[in-house]
Every structure is written in C-alpha cells, then in structure tokens.
C-alpha cells in the first residue's frame, strides 16, 4: 500500500522529513484586535507620511467641527490675502520660500505617477534576483526655468548612466532638454530637466560686486536659471567661437565682473586686441597694458608678464602655494582677443617663437603665482593653437564643425550633449562649459555688454585716463 501523509486535509507526497507547524488556538477577539492595531499603525504611518496633505486637512476638519464654516473659510481667506499681499510686495521672496516649495511637491507626485514605466522603458531599472529595482525619486526642486530632480541611484550606477539616455529622459517627461550631475552625495545624481528655455533673452550685465570673488564670477546664465560663475583661480581659459559667436561677450563680462578690483588695485588686466583695437580699445582705462598694433610690443609685454610671473615665484617659493592677491601684488589678468593672430597667422617667425615661448610658460607656470591667460580664438584645431590642452577652463561658443567641439571641450564633450555646432547665428554668446562635478556640459548666455555699458564701466572702474592705444600704459 502506497504512504500517504494527509496534513491539515492536504495529502503529502512523503519526504525523508516532514514537518508540520503546531496548530494554535486564537480567540476570535485576539484576532479582531490585532487587526485594528496594525491597520491603525498604517493608518498613522500614512498620515504622518503624507503630511503635507493631512495635516491642512485635520486643522480644516477641526475648524469646521469648532466654528462651522466660518473656520475653514477664514483660514483660507487670510492665507490668500497674506500670500497674495506677499507676491505683490517681494516676487522673488514669494517664489523661492512658498510658490516654488509647493510647486516642486506638486511635481515630485506627478513624477512619482510615471516613475516605475519611464525608468523601466529608459533602461534605469535593474534586474536583481528576479525582482526589478528602479532609483529612487528623493526630491523635486524648481525654479523658472527648470525642475531639479534629486534621485538616488541603484547600488551599481553611476551619473554617466543617467547621462546616457539623458534625451530619453527628457522626451519621456515633456522636457526641453535634460541634463545630468552627480548629486550632494555619491549615491545621489541630479537630473535637471529644463521646461523652458531662459537664454533666448539676452542676459543683462550683473551689479558689479565691491569686492570680486575669484572663485565665483558671474559671467552669465545657465539654462537651469542659475548664475553662471566662472571660478578664476587656479585656471587658465580659453575661449573658442566662430566669427559673431560672441567672444567679445565673455571678455566684457569677465571685465565687469572684476571691474571693482580693477578700480581698487587688486587686478591688472593686460590686453592685447591683435585686431587692431577693435573689441577692447573702449575699455583702454581699465587695462594697466594695452597692445593693438604693435607685434613687437605684445611680445614684449608677454615677456614682461613671465619675468614678473618669475620674480614673484621666486618671492613666493617656500612660503605659500597659492599666491593670494593683494593691492601690491594684485593679480594679474592676461586677456587676448583672437589668439591665433599671435601663435599662427603672425608672418615673423622670430616673434611668433617668441610669444609661443612666453605664453607656455605663463600657461604651465601662472597659475599658482596669480597669473591667469583668458584667450578667445576662432579656430581650435592644433595646428592653430598648440599648447590646447594647458588651458583647463575651455568655453565652447557657436562652433562651424562637429569636430571642433570636442577640440574644445574635450573628448566625447558632443556625445554628452555639447552641441556647439548647433547654436544658431541667431543667439550669439550661448555657450557649452563643463562644469565642476557634472558628465554633461552645461548651456549658459552670457551677459552682453553694449557699447554705452562698456564706456560707462571704463568711465567708473578705470584707474587710467583714456590715452591713444598701442605700447605700453601711461
Ligand atoms: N552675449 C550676447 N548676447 C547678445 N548678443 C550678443 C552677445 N554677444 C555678442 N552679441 C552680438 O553678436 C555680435 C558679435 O559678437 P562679438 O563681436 O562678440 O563676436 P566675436 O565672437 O568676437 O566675433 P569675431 O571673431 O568676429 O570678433 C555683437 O555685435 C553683438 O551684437
Ligand atoms: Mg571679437
């Protein structure tokens, strides 16, 4: 006869070992009340979960219970007027502490109603031990321009994933454009989606600050709405646009950015506009050095610039690592409108070794002494400008081929999203710039300075009276 096991009615097929849970008796009370704990404990956890929404809803309820309609109505009423009285008194204030706030939890929600189908059809969801995990959406932000997502990632990814299928991203959530950092925290990234677009105005020039902070000049605005700020130190910058591209804006704004410690002492900017004085001539009271003509005369001065690079490395070895500038030993700013007239279109071989020479060793040597080169230039390509790769700060305006993007910014910088290539004539000084800590290049506009605000910031900063250009300073 075949065995059998037969357990709680069920039959068995037999095992080597069969085990059988004890069987306990639980009063039916017993049980009703243990269901009531645990549904009153969710309960809780999801109102305490939901704050924002249930705690409005109990002091409403409590109000009606407590004075009728009257309650609710009033606490409406005054929250209207006090918020309404706000917006009209300070916006900015207004947006940044409660429209945005509200907003950015509004969005987080609507985000959470897509999540699990975007990050599975994006390829963010990853496949572990049969079961899916996807990120976690942490935080909304928003601004004008943008909604700033705060999402930790799968333990195995990194910002460059997100990076990736940053297009996908965007089309999946009706965004303009998507972009990718990596977040406050090595878990985290930032995915910034952009809904519209805040560089199709012109920027307007910033307030000039007292005193320039080196580390963070605004220069323009980024596409997420920010302030875009340029940290000078420790860098050296070049600048790469097509003719109209809007070089000249990223000179002028840098000037006015600095124009306070022009005024004061603290920065000595040495121009050279191989152009003839075309772009800078207007801001001659603002530059202790000014060359526009004279090739002899620039290299002169770029030699002039290393034997003080040098005599100040000499004063300052052994003391200090980085040169902090001060109104005796200011810093001091080497701006070059159109490079290539200096190191490949000059016909003088003799001077053109000369300032390739200086300008090598300004670029691997300046920067601890607190001397800085900020050179534009039209073409990228190395025959053109060989000592490329000794600018660590590049800025990549309107470019005319797909190649010289990543000339400019680095390689893969167009894979990433750099698209240099396809700023239209129609928007001059938008820009691709790599920023700190983030795989994708940022779009930024730099402010734009007319003539009237070019004399007027050399009228009021300069520290020299407008003399006839070419050679040297009064
Ligand atoms: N940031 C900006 N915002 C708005 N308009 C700008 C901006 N920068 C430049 N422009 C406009 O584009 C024109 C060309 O700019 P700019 O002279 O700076 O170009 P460039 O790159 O220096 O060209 P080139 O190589 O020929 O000197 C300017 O006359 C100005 O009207
Ligand atoms: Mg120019």
């Known amino acids: 006869m075949p065995l059998v096991n037969v ?81 009209l008194a300070h916006r900015p204030s207004f947006e940044r502490f409660a429209g945005y706030p509200v907003l950015g939890r509004w969005r987080r929600w609507t985000y959470r109603r897509h999540w699990l189908p975007a990050m599975a059809t994006s390829g963010l969801a990853v496949t572990f031990d049969g079961r899916a995990v996807i990120p976690v959406l942490k935080r909304v932000r928003c601004n004008d321009a943008a909604d700033v997502l705060t999402i930790r990632m799968v333990t195995g990814q990194i910002p460059d994933d997100f990076a990736k299928v940053s297009e996908r ?15 406050a925290r090595p878990d985290l990234v930032t995915v910034t989606l952009l809904r519209t677009d805040p560089l199709v105005a012109t920027v307007e020039p910033f307030l000039v600050a007292d005193v320039p902070d080196f580390t963070a000049l605004p220069l323009g605005r980024r596409e997420d709405g920010k302030v875009y700020a340029l940290r000078l130190f420790g860098t050296q910058v070049l600048v790469v646009g097509a003719t109209d591209a809007g070089k000249g804006s ?41 060359a526009c003509d004279d090739f002899e005369a620039m290299a002169d001065m770029l030699e002039e610039a290393v034997a003080t690079m040098r005599e100040r490395t000499a004063r300052l070895r052994g003391k200090t690592r980085q040169h902090v500038p001060t109104i005796g030993d200011p810093l001091i700013v080497i701006v070059i409108d159109e490079l290539a007239a200096l190191t490949a279109y000059l016909t003088n071989r003799q001077l053109k070794d000369r300032v390739k020479a200086a300008l090598g060793v300004l670029l691997t040597q300046g920067r601890a002494v607190g001397v800085h080169v900020i ?30 993007v990543d000339l400019t910014l680095g390689e893969g910088a167009r894979d990433r999203g750099a698209l240099c290539d396809r700023i239209p004539r129609s928007s ?12 994708t290049p940022m779009r930024v506009r730099f402010s734009y300075l007319t003539d009237n605000d070019v004399t007027d910031l050399a009228q ?10 070419g050679g040297e300073a009064a």
């Open 7 to 87: 357990i709680r009615g069920e039959r068995i097929e037999p095992a080597p070992f069969n085990v059988r849970t004890p069987y306990l008796k639980v009063p039916l009370w017993l049980v009703l009340v243990g269901w009531t704990v645990k549904y009153c404990f969710r309960l809780g956890v999801l109102l305490v979960k939901h704050w924002p929404v249930t705690t409005p809803a109990l002091l409403l309820g409590w109000l009606y219970l407590r004075f009728d309609w009257y309650g609710p109505v009033v606490l409406v009423g005054a929250l209207a007027v006090v918020g309404g009285a706000w917006f």
């Open 169 to 183: 991203l965007a089309h999946t959530f009706g965004a303009r454009a998507c972009r990718v950092a990596a977040g």
């Open 250 to 290: 990223v000179i002028w704004s840098l000037l006015r950015a600095m124009a306070a410690g022009i005024a004061s002492g603290l920065v000595q900017v040495w121009a050279f506009d191989p152009k003839g004085g075309m772009e800078l001539a207007a801001g001659r009271p603002l530059f202790a050095r000014f």
């Open 375 to 404: 050179a534009c230039l039209q073409d990228p390509r190395k025959e053109v400008l060989p000592f490329r790769d000794l600018f660590p700060t590049r800025i990549g305006l309107r470019l005319t081929e797909e190649a010289h």
């Open 428 to 439: 001059p000084g938008v820009a691709y710039v790599v920023l700190d800590g983030g795989p």
């Open 460 to 469: 009021t900063y300069g520290r020299l009276r407008p003399v006839a250009t």
